[in-house]
């Protein structure tokens, strides 16, 4: 889908093709959806009912004169006013009450979608008029513009990539969860998940770059220069995108790939979890105390590695990005390779910067929408597919598998741009950041995973964690400063 101005066809069709993916992961018995899977992760019944809040807040309150619809909702899905690890203990709605409250809402954002006069969902004469409402959005928050919500479709297009990122939160959930397996490999099916670009991929058998390649002779040259980071013009950039702002950068190398599994299995059997000289202070406190040997998911059978992945063990594949690391596990690899996590800024140069045109692209091989051969996203398969397997999807500097495959963790701490103003609520990005002279709390991740819809990432997408989480689908890519030339 491209983002930008859309026909009310296409928004609902791309609100059914999220709904249908929220569905296949939560089709599941009352007991896998009440529970919690992880302190980490809400039960996935929270989840499902708060993508339709969501869509209830934005689509039906903020775009036309309609009230709540069921009392309370608000404040039970708010993320912001309850930790994940306490969402077990408020009245949510059950299974079945959640499957209707979906369809209710939908039902209404439809008949909405079908009374509207013109095919492009323009901002219309007559609707300057503000809503007062929005996720999270308090007495007192500024009613936000209906005009400015509508403008490219830029709504729709943030509850659609919202429930995207939702449906990615419960892979995470479905990850962790103990017990058979419940979710079908893609992989050992027919076809890419229904909602995916993907799909087999030219990956698997065929991955075409061995493990030395992948290695030192493995990097490619940004020279320095400046480029523009962030994004003005981008239709369905979320507010931490924002504005677009020139950054020079002296040269530096980043790595071709991410780091594969086989150079954190070469980390660890170099004792690279047991050397505290690799590590950062709060790093090293941390592997201490979680006794951290390998990344998560992982165990030793013999002299081989297995990870469980969706229930299921098998042999770790050596030339897939690795998977599961927190921050400081990539702090530490990257020492112990002599190199260092790129900065977000880096990362993003190198994903976007055409020195060609001196413009920023919207992904690294253009501004054309993903595919199968350009990326692996969308959950065509439930892992990420080796180094080499995209390099259709090249940027302009040689880097690939830039977007998709694994989120990658970068050495920046999440902070606004200069110029960042919340639009359309605070409670998306501005409360993440660092608050009242504090050090930044959240690391920048960039690119997606092969879990994270097309909808959902871009060359200026930013998302952010914790340092210590692992159970998201994050890797990542090694830089070094290239020195004077
Ligand atoms: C960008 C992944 C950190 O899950 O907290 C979902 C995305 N924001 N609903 C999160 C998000 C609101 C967000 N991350
Ligand atoms: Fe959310």
Redo the contacts with the bound molecule.
């Keep these: 889908m491209r983002p930008g101005p859309l026909t009310a066809a296409a928004v609902a069709g791309e609100l059914d093709a999220a709904r249908r993916r929220s569905l296949a992961y939560t089709d599941l018995t009352d007991d896998d959806l009440l529970r919690q899977h992880s302190p980490l992760m809400s039960p996935l019944v929270w989840d499902l009912a ?1 993508v339709g809040n ?1 869509e209830e807040i934005w689509l039906l309150r903020a775009l036309t004169e309609a009230r709540e619809l069921h009392a309370g909702l608000d404040d039970i899905y708010d ?1 912001f006013r309850h930790k994940r690890a306490t969402r077990t203990s408020l009245p949510l709605l059950g299974p079945a009450e959640a499957r209707g409250y979906l369809r209710d809402v939908r039902a209404r954002v439809l008949d909405v979608l079908a009374a509207l006069e013109p095919d492009l969902l323009l901002p219309r004469p007559g609707a300057e008029a503000g809503a007062r409402t929005g ?1 999270g959005a308090g007495a007192g928050a500024e009613p936000v513009p209906r005009n400015r919500l509508l403008a490219d479709s830029f709504v729709y297009g943030m509850v659609i990539q ?1 429930e995207h ?2 449906d ?2 419960m892979l995470a959930t479905l990850q962790l969860r103990t017990g058979p397996p419940v979710l079908a490999d893609p992989a050992d099916t027919d076809g890419p998940h229904a909602d995916g670009p993907g799909g087999e991929g030219p990956d698997g058998a065929t991955a075409g770059i061995s493990a030395r390649a992948a290695g030192d002779a493995g990097e490619v040259l940004v020279p320095a220069g400046e480029f523009t980071m962030g994004t003005s013009t981008e239709p369905w950039a979320y507010d931490n995108e924002r504005p677009a702002h020139t950054v020079h950068l002296p040269a530096f190398h980043i790595g071709r790939f991410p780091v594969t599994n086989r150079a954190q299995m070469e980390f660890i059997a170099d004792g690279g979890y047991d050397d505290e000289r690799l590590w950062s202070a709060d790093g090293w406190a941390w592997r201490c105390a979680e006794h951290l040997s390998a990344p998560l998911f992982w165990s030793r059978d013999g002299d081989v590695w297995t990870r469980q992945r969706f229930g299921r063990v098998e042999p770790v594949p050596p030339d897939e990005p690795v998977q599961h690391v927190c921050w400081y596990e990539a702090e530490a690899h990257a020492r112990w390779a002599g190199r260092r996590l790129p900065t977000e800024a880096e990362w993003e140069k190198a994903c976007a910067h055409d020195p060609v045109t001196g413009r920023s692209r919207r992904y690294p091989w253009g501004d054309t929408d993903p595919t199968s051969e350009l990326a692996n996203l969308g959950h065509g398969r439930a892992r990420p597919t080796p180094v080499g397997s995209r390099p259709a999807g090249a940027s302009p500097c040689g880097a690939e598998q830039m977007i998709g495959d694994v989120w990658e963790w970068t050495a920046s701490g999440f902070t606004p741009y200069p110029g960042f103003a919340s639009f359309p609520y605070r ?3 501005e409360v ?1 950041y660092p608050q009242g002279g504090e050090s930044a709390r ?1 690391r920048v991740l960039r690119g997606g995973s092969w879990a994270t819809h097309s909808s959902a990432v871009r060359s200026t997408f ?4 914790f340092p210590i989480r692992r159970q ?1 689908f994050a890797g990542f890519r090694l830089a070094r400063d290239a020195g004077p030339s």
């Design positions: 708060h969501y993320a996720a919202h990122q939702h990615e939160t409670e998306y990005s993440f959240y930013r998302n952010w964690d998201i």
